[in-house]
């Protein structure tokens, strides 16, 4: 009678901590890293199918980022899904015409994470990427603006460093995208929106293969997570280089922003968020 009730005893404990182990990972990707960042920089934008002249300008940047964990591969996967929008106001160097941009880009991400000790974080994988937008030139009668539309398969990598400056915790961050293939929209050379749309006249050219050759661009994220108060800030620097050439068209969007923003952690359970998250959970 008392081995029997042992072994039921020992049953129910493999049971529990099995459950347990099933619930500590159910846990871990339930943890979201999510923030929101403002920013305002300068622009500087080429569209020759609009103008062969550079325009330089303001630009006003939202960042919205989440960040979790997965169950891909045993839990080692977190995924990150970013929302950029992008307003900017430019003027050719003569001062004779503006052009209004606006911009948006969205990023989902699978990064491999290599932990080194509790301070260290590599992350590496691939990101996809949808980017939607227009520019409008005030200057041009015809022609006066240019749709944009792309997406891309991107690899993405980061570097997460935890540290202390005077006992001042606080978190670093660095990242960078680089697409390598993908689709653009592009009107042919000489090629008219009235000629493709009013009279569906299309060159057949308007959906463009690019890679490395034809589109090197760049995106570079550096972010500080400074803990004040009951608050976690964020401040940081957002570099965009977004470039083409494509149907003998050649176009570039290149921004700088510094960025500010806020910092919360949510636990994904009937809207409740955690006052901390754990350090072996949190996926930043």
């Keep these: 009678m008392m081995k029997n009730k042992l072994i039921l005893l020992l049953a129910l404990f493999s049971i529990f901590l099995s459950a347990k182990a099933q619930e500590d990972s159910l846990q871990q990707n339930r943890y979201v890293m999510h923030s929101r960042m403002f920013g305002i920089g300068s622009t500087n934008i080429l569209d020759t199918y609009l103008s062969p002249l550079e325009y ?71 990101m996809a990427d949808i980017n939607g937008g227009f520019i409008y030139n005030t200057g041009n009668s015809n022609n006066p603006a240019q749709a ?8 993405s990598g980061m570097i997460i460093y935890k540290f202390r400056l005077f006992n001042y915790p606080i978190i670093a961050r660095y990242q960078a995208n680089v697409p390598l293939i993908g689709l653009m929209f592009s009107p042919d050379y000489g090629e008219s929106y009235y000629q493709m749309f009013s009279l569906h006249n299309f060159s057949g050219k308007n959906i463009v293969f690019t890679s490395l050759h034809n589109q090197p661009s760049l995106m570079q994220l550096l972010t500080l997570d400074l803990p004040i108060r009951k608050a976690n800030i964020r401040v940081g ?36 968020n955690k006052v901390s998250m754990p350090n072996n959970v949190t996926p930043y």
């Design 237 to 272: 620097y957002l570099m965009n280089i977004d470039q083409a050439k494509v149907n003998g068209l050649k176009s570039h969007i290149w921004n700088h922003s510094f960025m500010v923003g806020i910092v919360k952690n949510f636990y994904l359970l009937k809207g409740k």
């Design 148 to 155: 944009k539309a792309y997406a891309n398969i991107d690899a």
């Design 56 to 126: 330089k300008g303001t630009n006003i940047n939202m960042l919205r980022e989440n960040m979790r964990f997965t169950k891909i591969m045993g839990g080692k996967v977190s995924a990150q899904n970013m929302l950029q929008m992008n307003f900017s106001y430019s003027n050719n160097r003569a001062e004779t015409s503006s052009e209004i941009t606006y911009m948006m880009k969205w990023t989902y991400a699978l990064h491999y994470q290599l932990k080194f000790g509790n301070n260290l974080k590599i992350l590496f994988g691939p």
